[in-house]
């Protein structure tokens, strides 16, 4: 139980782990048992002293040569982005994403996510099922979070009623929001969030990739 | 058609242009006009000399006191994100993911991105339709790619996969990569690569929330 004794991780590396996880499960698939930290560095495009402080985070300690034991260390890192025991999670919004991520199967699979409700306001939704999954008034939502201990919530409402989603989620005690709308949500200190809008890394590509092919069409003078 | 004329715009402030674009969307909504600065930079959480800045690169002009019409603004920020035109894009891979994202109207309605085919090697899936879309086998894209002119590719696949479905983008001609797998991609300079594997933010978020827990835990010496 030492994982993460005194070690510290920067936001960066936290965001390696689940591609360096990614890595070894593969490795592992390919019959791999031992691996050291360049072949890792060089799979996810880090510096090899960055992984190594990942995986020392985690508490994984290589041995000189033959580097680190792939099953062991997949199980250090799950059990320090705590993957390896089910979490629960409530999900506000159950409309065209809020389903799409009630039906990704992987969260559960992998990252011991469980989608366990789904909260909407729309009278229509209220009541039936999506994948197995009851839809409830959202103003359920507080009070169910707190009975049942959900401490993950995810939102999938539109950007006008993200704040609200978020306030009923505090309100109800959970620590931890997967954000999926556009809104900057305020929350207190002791909350997490991570935003997940996927309409910023589009926008990030197609901005890119609009701005190369302007430059092209100028440089080709057409 | 002067939009980013000599304007230069970092990488945060392309994802900030999403968050702003949908906060204007919303004071549409309530039938506002104009808009300055300082309520834009105060709801996504950046300081108002930084929206200035992201706003300058689309083009826009703030007025003295009234600021910016936003019917404008709105228009100048899809321009320069590649939103207001349809682009088409091709998916890899049809499996649980892929699937989901076909289905997600958003990416039509908002930011004009119409994925026109989907691409998988499993032989069940070739030949069938998931939402209106047929499933073509992945040894196709590449020429397709070339005959459509289709710009930007999104990889919904097993990371074990992920390179290979890139490198088939890549002779196709396509720029611009939405990475939704774990897998690190080796494409060519030109092209571009947004990374948007859903496990690493929410890795990102049960890792805080998971090492928060044990702190509280050690404090209140259970």
Redesign the interface.
């Known amino acids: 139980m030492n994982a993460?004794k005194g070690k510290t991780?920067s936001?960066k590396g936290?965001?390696r782990?689940?591609?360096i996880?990614?890595?070894l499960?593969?490795l592992q698939?390919y019959g791999e048992n031992t691996v050291t930290c360049t072949p890792i560095a060089e799979?996810?495009?880090c510096d090899p002293t960055q992984a190594r402080k990942d995986l020392a985070a985690c508490g994984a300690v290589g041995r000189p040569r033959t580097g680190y034991d792939i099953t062991e260390l997949i199980a250090l890192i799950e059990t320090?982005?705590?993957?390896n025991n089910m979490?629960e999670a409530f999900l506000a919004g159950a409309g065209?994403?809020g389903?799409?991520?009630l039906?990704?199967?992987?969260?559960r699979e992998?990252?011991g996510?469980d989608i366990v409700c789904a909260f909407d306001n729309d009278p229509a939704k209220i009541g039936t099922e999506i994948y197995g999954r009851e839809i409830l008034p959202i103003s359920k939502l507080s009070n169910l979070a707190r009975r049942m201990h959900v401490?993950?919530g995810i939102i999938a409402v539109p950007?006008?009623s993200a704040q609200g989603a978020a306030d009923a989620m505090v309100a109800g005690g959970i620590?931890?929001?997967?954000n999926f709308s556009?809104?900057?949500l305020e929350v207190p200190e002791?909350t997490?969030v991570?935003?997940?809008?996927?309409?910023?890394?589009?926008?990030?590509?197609?901005?890119?990739?609009?701005?190369?092919?302007?430059k092209e069409e100028v440089e080709h003078g057409r």
């Open positions: 993460n991780i936001d936290l965001r782990l689940p591609k996880l990614s890595y499960q593969e698939q799979n996810i495009g320090f982005l705590g993957w979490s065209n994403l389903s799409a991520l039906g990704f199967r992987n969260f992998q990252q996510l401490l993950i950007a006008e620590r931890a929001i997967w556009p809104k900057t002791n997490f991570e935003h997940a809008d996927l309409s910023v890394s589009l926008g990030a590509l197609t901005a890119k990739l609009n701005l190369a092919l302007k």
